[in-house]
């Protein structure tokens, strides 16, 4: 039998054999952790999170310089090689306004008078349209217009019940407030502008002793002022169109008289100065009027004219007058479709494009050859561009341009009872 050398030595010097590598005893103090402590896990989790977050950050910031991109990009293309979009947005089968928010996104202000018989305002968030309800104004609510006040809030005027009031609702960031501008006007329409000033005000017509005349009305900063009346003569201002000039002051331009004319009013320090614009020869005119500032601060105004040619037939014309110097000039831009339509509830629209050429929105033909469609200016003709050629659409329609430069146009399919949304360019309508 072997034995070790080292415990035949413990033997020798009397001390137990031992054939362990280290002492048996614990060390001291605690032992060395072997998982994280909850702190530090808790202290991973918030830097991850603000991780995320910066990253959230950084691909909101990719995704609006992506669509500011294809908007450069859209406005560089040529207007006659971008494709019309058309979406439908809701049920409807009456006025609607438009006009784009300090956002870069399209808003629209409408009446469903035959169904839930409300006014509604839908906004475009840059993926989906957002509906909500602003009153119930039941069927006889008419004459819608949308502006956007200097506080950013979207403002509607509108007329609305039997005695048709005219009634402001503006909206303040969380809830509209709606205020009685006037008890009893007439039916027809109203146009909303804010002034220099940041307050709103209103054209629209009036009922008094079964005389029918413009009015303006106007918001102080704390109420709304008496109505004044613009045009004394009877069966005034149906259709109005209100902005401001360049020198700051509220102008109208308006049909009037029961034969049909197109006037101009300013007002001065003396008080409203009314002109003639258009007295339409043979025909009757300004059954809807537009009324726009082009670049050089001249005024400018699109309209209707219609002409009964015996026979059961009919001349319906689109119009275009802007002032050159202290006189207006007139003209009548062609398009194919030039002929037969009833301009009663043909709502023509205008406005000017980021080229400072004027272009006008308007419904074509009538019954199933109606169609939607724009006449635009290139500085030295008019060109007809069809946007939808679906039949029975285009009653009703508004016009605006958006920040990428391209035309968008709001409008009624009479066939669905729809509110349709049209714009070129990049654009990315609700399926």
Not at 117 to 144: C, H, M, P, Y
Request: aromatic residues 12%.
């Amino acid at each position: 039998m072997k034995i070790h050398f080292l415990a035949l030595l413990s033997l020798a010097v009397g001390t137990a054999p031992s054939f362990a590598q280290g002492p048996l005893a614990p060390p001291a103090g605690p032992p060395a952790p072997t998982m994280k402590s909850l702190q530090e896990i808790w202290d991973k989790v918030d830097a991850l999170e603000t991780r995320a977050t910066a990253l959230e950050t950084q691909n909101a910031a990719l995704r609006s310089q992506s669509t500011l991109l294809m908007q450069q990009l859209s406005a560089m293309v040529p207007t006659s090689r971008l494709a019309w979009l058309i979406s439908t947005i809701d049920v409807s089968l009456s006025e609607n306004a438009m006009a784009f928010g300090p956002d870069g996104q399209p808003a629209i202000a409408y009446n469903d008078p035959y169904g839930s018989q409300d006014l509604k305002f839908a906004r475009f968030d840059g993926s989906q349209w957002t509906i909500s309800v602003v009153e119930n104004i039941g069927i006889d609510g008419r004459g819608v217009s949308l502006a956007f006040g200097p506080d950013g809030q979207p403002a509607i005027s509108y007329l609305a019940g039997s005695t048709f009031s005219v009634r402001f609702a503006r909206f303040d960031g969380t809830a509209w407030a709606v205020t009685v501008v006037h008890d009893a006007a007439l039916a027809g329409s109203t146009s909303l502008a804010f002034g220099p000033d940041g307050q709103p005000a209103i054209a629209y017509p009036s009922r008094v002793n079964f005389q029918h005349h413009l009015n303006f009305a106007r918001f102080d900063g704390s109420a709304w002022t008496a109505p004044v009346v613009v045009d004394p003569a009877n069966y005034t201002g149906y259709s109005a169109s209100l902005a401001f000039g360049p020198d700051g002051q509220p102008v109208i331009a308006y049909e009037s008289g029961f034969n049909r004319t197109v006037k101009f009013a300013r007002l001065s320090s003396g008080g409203w100065i009314t002109s003639l614009v258009d007295d339409g020869g043979a025909a009757e005119v300004g059954f809807s009027i537009a009324l726009a500032f082009g670049p050089t601060k001249a005024p400018a105004i699109a309209y209707r004219s219609y002409q009964d040619t015996g026979g059961g037939n009919s001349i319906s014309k689109v119009k275009y007058a802007h002032l050159v110097g202290t006189a207006w000039s007139i003209s009548t831009p062609e398009d194919p479709f030039q002929g037969a339509t009833d301009p009663g509830f043909s709502v023509i629209d205008l406005a000017f494009g980021v080229d400072g050429q004027p272009a006008i929105a308007y419904n074509t033909g009538d019954g199933p050859n109606q169609h939607l469609a724009l006449l635009r200016y290139s500085g030295t003709a008019w060109v007809f561009n069809m946007v939808d050629r679906d039949p029975d659409v285009g009653e009703y329609c508004t016009l605006a341009f958006g920040p990428d430069g391209q035309p968008a146009i709001t409008y009624l399919d009479g066939t669905n009872y729809t509110l349709r949304f049209a714009r070129k360019g990049v654009f990315t309508p609700t399926p």
